[in-house]
């Protein structure tokens, strides 16, 4: 158990839909990552907030955003969802800017 | 562009025998490297990291070599474990950024551990 959380666990919709994924950190941890894993692209990470900032952008469409809370949860919101978005979805947390990250059990996204 | 590269997809390796995965970068900038192992249906779990001013990391079972010259990276793990089947990580980092910013992950290598 890595202690960082990620709910739901499992989300199905429909393209065209939002849908929002939430992210504890690790207790202490300021920095908070979001990766997609897809079958054909694996793991790539997507946004980094830090202590309530965007910190990094990585690969993140337009379509996607995040936030980070005072209480350092963050959620990644996705709409207009598109097929192609179905993906397992990754949290990761670390305590400062380049400690080791650690990762949630991920949020497995189906778009029919 | 994939800068992080497992060229393996997977390895079949004996209990008791070395296990060694293999990745490769070609972004010259990246100073900090991890191993994660995954299983299905769990996040990925960090396994040992090295930074780039060294050339060796060890940690009980495993160890990860970096040669920066090759831009190439391997872990060993000795002896090899059923435990340690498993999808195997290679990622990258860019430290003197100024941050750790997002990982670059390779696409992994499936490591069965046969009795």
């Known amino acids: 158990d890595s202690g960082v959380t990620q709910t739901p666990k499992h989300l199905i919709t429909a393209t065209g839909q939002r849908v929002t994924l939430r992210c504890s950190p690790r207790?202490?941890?300021?920095?908070v990552y979001w990766y997609q894993q897809s079958l054909d692209q694996g793991l790539q990470f997507l946004i980094q907030y830090y202590n309530g900032e965007e910190r990094a952008k990585g690969n993140i469409l337009e379509r996607f955003s995040a936030q980070q809370f005072p209480d350092l949860h963050s959620e990644l919101n996705l709409s207009s969802l598109e097929l192609g978005d179905s993906a397992l979805y990754f949290c990761?947390?670390?305590?400062?800017?380049?400690?080791?990250?650690?990762f949630g059990p991920g949020t497995r996204l189906l778009v029919l | 562009d994939q800068q992080v590269k497992q060229n393996s997809p997977s390895l079949s390796v004996q209990e008791g025998r070395i296990s060694i995965l293999n990745c490769d970068y070609t972004n010259s900038m990246f100073d900090y490297f991890l191993w994660y192992k995954k299983y299905p249906a769990e996040g990925p779990t960090f396994l040992i990291s090295i930074s780039s001013i060294k050339d060796k990391n060890e940690d009980g079972r495993f160890t990860v070599f970096l040669n920066k010259s090759a831009k190439h990276l391997s872990l060993h793990i000795v002896p090899s474990q059923p435990g340690d089947s498993a999808v195997y990580f290679c990622?990258?980092?860019?430290?003197?950024?100024?941050?750790?910013?997002?990982?670059?992950f390779g696409k992994g290598t499936h490591l069965i551990i046969q009795p």
């Open positions: 207790s202490g941890d300021l920095s």
């Open positions: 990622a990258a980092s860019l430290l003197s950024g100024g941050g750790a910013d997002g990982l670059t």
């Open positions: 990761a947390s670390s305590s400062g800017h380049w400690e080791t990250q650690y």
